[in-house]
């Protein structure tokens, strides 16, 4: 990884989403998103993103990816899972992409995590992208500590200039900080 340099920050307080409309461009090949405390407002909270190509609308660009997580039980037992996750992976899809998914909505269930983007304002290729996300997982009667990966591509040859952050189901709370990264 190169040198960041920190362009916004957003905070989302009890919000459906959060865009990001300005600060993407030719400047930086590679962008980071930086998530603290992402908190769901209600249980089984799905942390998701959509960009638009400039000069369009409506968080809808064809996606193509997997996601997968590990897991393991809150009370230390022996329970440990690794599972492709395909409630998230999209096969030339256009809904927004899954980051991480079934967040409890009390104070440890928040997430952290990053999103890289890669050369959003290429007018040649696809966009590729990864993101790697920690969190607490809500499912009863027992909660998981959880580790979500998530990869794949925009297929999109135009540049992309707005991204776009919310949960799938309900509000949410949190920071995004958008880095460049040269």
């Known amino acids: 990884m190169g040198i960041s340099t920190l362009i916004s920050t957003s905070t989302a307080s ?21 998530f603290t405390d992402i ?7 799905r942390f998701e993103f959509q960009v638009n190509v400039a000069g369009q609308s409506g968080y809808n660009e064809t996606i193509t990816s997997t996601s997968f997580e590990a897991k393991h039980e809150e009370t ?3 329970n440990v899972f690794f599972r492709i996750s395909t409630d998230s992976d999209q096969a030339q899809g256009t809904a927004y992409q899954g980051m991480v ?3 409890e909505n009390t104070a440890p269930g928040a997430c952290a995590g990053i999103l890289q983007l890669f050369t959003p304002s290429d007018t040649t290729y696809v966009k590729h992208f990864y ?12 909660n998981y500590v959880v580790q979500y990966f998530s990869a ?13 952050f919310k949960m799938h189901n309900g509000n949410f709370s949190g920071v995004i900080q958008m880095y460049g990264i040269s």
């Open 14 to 34: 009890n919000s459906a989403s959060v865009a990001i409309t300005s600060g993407i461009d030719s400047t930086y090949d590679e962008y980071m998103f930086v």
């Open 39 to 45: 908190a769901a407002a209600v249980d089984e909270g």
């Open 76 to 78: 230390g037992e022996e």
């Open 101 to 103: 998914t079934q967040l």
């Open 131 to 142: 993101s790697r996300m920690s969190g607490e997982e809500y499912s009863s009667p027992q």
């Open 152 to 164: 794949g591509y925009i297929n999109v040859t135009g540049a992309i200039d707005e991204i776009s």
